[in-house]
């Protein structure tokens, strides 16, 4: 990874798996924070839901490389899954794991509106 832009600000990076569609996923640290994030085609896109309420990035490293894994592997998203793992069975995070009943995103954490009657 180059080091301009934002890859400056990413620390400790960690791959966690590969495809076959030219894309890795990984975590870093930025700042206090671990981010979760796709890189191909020269292009960093960070993963949504890979947050706590409105803050990118969580604090635990091993819930970041799950949820990670989880957004790479979830059709919605288009990155085509992870077809080599480089991290323990343990961290490999699967979309259902982490979908909320109500709205269905990954990584709402019961932040959502769907559901509430006063919700539009």
């Given at each position: 990874?180059?080091?301009t832009?934002?890859?400056?600000?990413?620390?400790?990076?960690?791959?966690?798996?590969?495809?076959?569609?030219?894309?890795?996923?990984?975590?870093?640290?930025?700042?206090?924070?671990?981010?979760?994030?796709?890189?191909?085609?020269?292009?960093?896109?960070?993963?949504?839901?890979?947050?706590?309420?409105?803050?990118?990035g969580?604090?635990?490293?091993?819930?970041a490389?799950?949820?990670?894994?989880?957004?790479?592997?979830?059709?919605?998203?288009?990155?085509?899954?992870?077809?080599?793992?480089?991290?323990?069975?343990?961290?490999?995070?699967?979309?259902?794991?982490?979908?909320?009943?109500?709205?269905?995103?990954?990584?709402?954490?019961?932040?959502?509106?769907?559901?509430?009657?006063?919700?539009?």
């Amino acid at each position: 990874m180059s080091k301009t832009g934002v890859s400056e600000g990413l620390q400790d990076v960690f791959k966690i798996g590969e495809n076959d569609y030219g894309y890795w996923f990984g975590v870093a640290r930025m700042n206090d924070r671990w981010v979760g994030f796709a890189f191909g085609d020269n292009c960093i896109f960070f993963l949504p839901g890979v947050h706590e309420c409105h803050e990118l990035g969580l604090l635990d490293r091993d819930m970041a490389i799950k949820l990670t894994g989880a957004n790479a592997q979830a059709l919605e998203n288009g990155y085509g899954g992870i077809s080599r793992w480089f991290v323990d069975e343990s961290l490999r995070g699967r979309p259902e794991d982490f979908r909320c009943p109500l709205c269905e995103e990954m990584g709402c954490q019961g932040e959502c509106d769907a559901g509430r009657e006063d919700s539009f």
